[in-house]
Every structure is written in structure tokens, then in C-alpha cells.
């Protein structure tokens, strides 16, 4: 059982553990704390506290808790990837890279070594098992579901995940825990930065992992989407695809970033219908409802985290899948994941290569 010292992870491992299943807790060392150079408290999914709060678990309830160390992996297909993206102009996942290439890798490994059949999560998602497919659902509580973040997962490691808060809303998990005897943990909020950057400023991350960065890339210029200057930015790698917020330069109406160009060091700014498309373009294809993705295929598509989805045709052109959506989509951020659903289930996802009319 994958145990981050928060909620939902801490009552899916007791839920098992009342189940009769034997329970072994993992919580995963992802980063190096006292290099983060926040001065925030650390209180994220994967802090020190939190390590500490899922052995508390594990103890009172009597299962073994172990602690995997994976920095060095963490490291190379999370931050490395991360600060890249970045500098390559694009919007990056890091939750999606922990899941796909990190997190269940491990989980898997260790689960061989102590002969564990299976592996649990608190993720908010459902799975099930229909026509030869392992397939991955929304959970239950639209405010919650998760499932966005896990489309990059292979079936022979859903072959043996289970969600097991994935059919319940969080009042009802917090209520379990509060009967089971943790009013502490029944109270415990939640952290939605990035894991290893608590205080949510990954531009000072940025700026401490690329040496001379702010100095070799300030004074980059804004320009219009007819390529006419505007005014000068801090460089490039610090803003993203929708930011209206922090460009720190008056034009008369609110503007958008509608594009990033690294290599000329420079930043588009146009309108909010400027920075609608109807168009995308997917790499990195993982299937999960079905062996091979019917051509096309009508789906709802989600280009972000909390995004409600847009109904849109799915074709695939070679290793991409190209998106036609039916409505304008505001804010398609290239490195973001698109994740496509046919009612609650997962199809497929990848991460977004281009709109198509910066291809044009």
C-alpha cells in the first residue's frame, strides 16, 4: 500500500487492513527537503512529516511501514524533466511523470520482493476489468476524481492496482477516519503544490536549478500574434500558456500568453479569443479502454487538471493523435496531458504536442 501520510492513502491502507488484507505500507523519499530553499513548512504528499504520519499509521494499526528511497529516479524522470520542459517552451506534468514512470515502477518492484499480488493507492479513480482490458474510471466525487493524472499507467500494472477511496466522496473518507479513531488525520488538509516545490513558486525553482538563468534570458521581448513588439520579459521559461496574471506590462485589455518561442527567447500575447483553438495535436499515445483506438473516435477531452472536458473526434496520424474539439478551447498548453473519456472511462491520454494552427 502506497502511503503518503495523508488521508487518503492512510484510510484506503486501514480500509484493507479491516478488509483482512495483509498490509504492507511503502511511502516513497522523492526529494531532498532541505534543498528545496522553501521557507514554507514542509506539508506536502511527500514531505518529512508526512513520512512520519504513515508510520504513525502503520504502527497503531499494526502493519508493517517501510520507506522506499527513489531520489535518484525521482530525480532523472521528474525534476530533470521538469526543468527541461520548461526550457523547451512547454507546461510539464510532473504528477503524470511521478505515476507513469516513477511511483508504480517501484511500487511493483517492491511488491515482487516482499511477494505482494497486489498494490493500492489513494488515488480519487475506479478500475475494473471488461473484455480484456484493465480500464481506469473517474472516481466517484467529481471534485476529486484523479484519474486525469493516471492515464500514462501500462495494463500489467492495473492488472494489480486497486483505488480503494475511489468509490467514495471525501466527507465520507474523512468520516471513516474520524470512526476509525484518527480525529487528527480526520482533519488533515490537503496540499495541492507540487510535491518538491512547497511554497509553489517554480519560477525561483527554476532560477535555482539553471545557473544564470533570470540573467542570460532577461530582456526577451513580447510580441503580438502579428510579431510586432510590445514590451520586454524576464525570460521566457517564466511564463505559461494562459497566464494573464504577472506579465507585468499595461497594454489595454487584458492579454494572454498564446505562445512560447525558446528559441528566439520570446513570448506571443494576444486576446482570450486569440488564445482559443479548436485543434490539437497529442504524442505519446497510451491506450487504456481499448487495444487499438477505433479511427476517430468521439470523446470528451481534458487538457488540464481541473478542466470540465471538451467533446471533440479523436483521429490518430501515425505515433500522434490529432483533436478536432466541437466548441473553442481556451489555453492549450503544449507538455500538458490530454486524457480522452467516453462517458467515465479513460480511452487514452498523451501529452499535447502543438495546436494545430501554430503548425500552420
Known amino acids: 500500500m502506497a502511503m503518503s501520510g495523508g488521508i487518503d492513502s492512510s484510510v484506503s491502507a486501514m480500509m484493507l487492513h479491516e478488509e483482512g488484507y495483509e498490509v504492507i505500507g511503502i511511502t516513497m523519499k522523492t526529494w531532498d527537503y532541505e534543498t528545496s530553499g522553501s521557507k514554507k513548512k514542509e506539508t506536502g504528499c511527500c514531505s518529512l512529516d508526512s513520512i512520519n504520519d504513515a508510520r504513525a499509521i502503520a504502527v497503531k494499526m499494526g502493519f508493517p511501514h517501510y520507506i522506499l528511497d527513489i531520489r ?129 513558486d517554480y519560477r525561483s525553482f527554476l532560477s535555482k536549478k539553471v545557473a544564470g538563468i533570470e540573467k542570460k534570458l532577461d530582456g526577451g521581448m513580447f510580441v503580438n500574434t502579428a510579431g510586432q513588439l510590445l514590451g520586454q520579459h524576464k525570460g521566457y521559461p517564466f511564463y505559461t500558456i494562459g497566464q494573464r496574471k504577472g506579465l507585468e506590462i499595461a497594454l489595454g485589455q487584458p492579454m494572454y500568453v498564446t505562445n512560447i518561442i525558446p528559441e528566439t527567447n520570446t513570448v506571443v500575447l494576444g486576446t482570450i479569443e486569440e488564445l482559443q483553438q479548436t485543434s490539437m495535436s497529442v504524442r505519446d499515445i497510451n491506450l487504456i479502454k481499448y ?67 501554430s503548425l500552420l
Open 72 to 200: 535518484s529516479e525521482f530525480k532523472g524522470a521528474v525534476i530533470d524533466n521538469f526543468v527541461s520542459e520548461y526550457l523547451a517552451g512547454r507546461t510539464p506534468n510532473p504528477c503524470v511523470m511521478c505515476n507513469t514512470h516513477i511511483k508504480w515502477d517501484a511500487l511493483i518492484k517492491r511488491a515482487n520482493m516482499l511477494d505482494c499480488e497486489l498494490i493500492a493507492t489513494g488515488h480519487y479513480a475506479r478500475s475494473r476489468q471488461e473484455n480484456g482490458r484493465y480500464i481506469i474510471s473517474k472516481g466517484l466525487d467529481p471534485n476529486k476524481d484523479q484519474s486525469y493524472v493516471l492515464w500514462g499507467l501500462k495494463q500489467h500494472v492495473l492488472k494489480r492496482t486497486m483505488f480503494p477511496v475511489g468509490n467514495f466522496k471525501k466527507p465520507q473518507i474523512r468520516q471513516l477516519a474520524l470512526e476509525m479513531g484518527f480525529e487528527e488525520l480526520s482533519k488533515k488538509n490537503e496540499s495541492y503544490e507540487i510535491c518538491f516545490i512547497p511554497d509553489n
Open 291 to 357: 487495444e487499438a483506438l477505433p479511427d476517430p473516435v468521439e470523446a470528451v477531452i481534458k487538457i488540464r487538471y481541473k478542466d470540465k472536458g471538451t467533446a471533440g473526434t479523436v483521429k490518430i496520424d501515425g505515433s500522434h493523435a490529432i483533436v478536432d474539439f466541437h466548441a473553442k478551447v481556451t489555453g492549450i498548453a503544449p507538455g500538458q496531458s490530454a486524457v480522452f473519456y467516453e462517458d467515465d472511462d479513460v480511452i487514452a491520454g498523451g501529452f499535447i504536442s502543438k495546436e494545430i494552427s
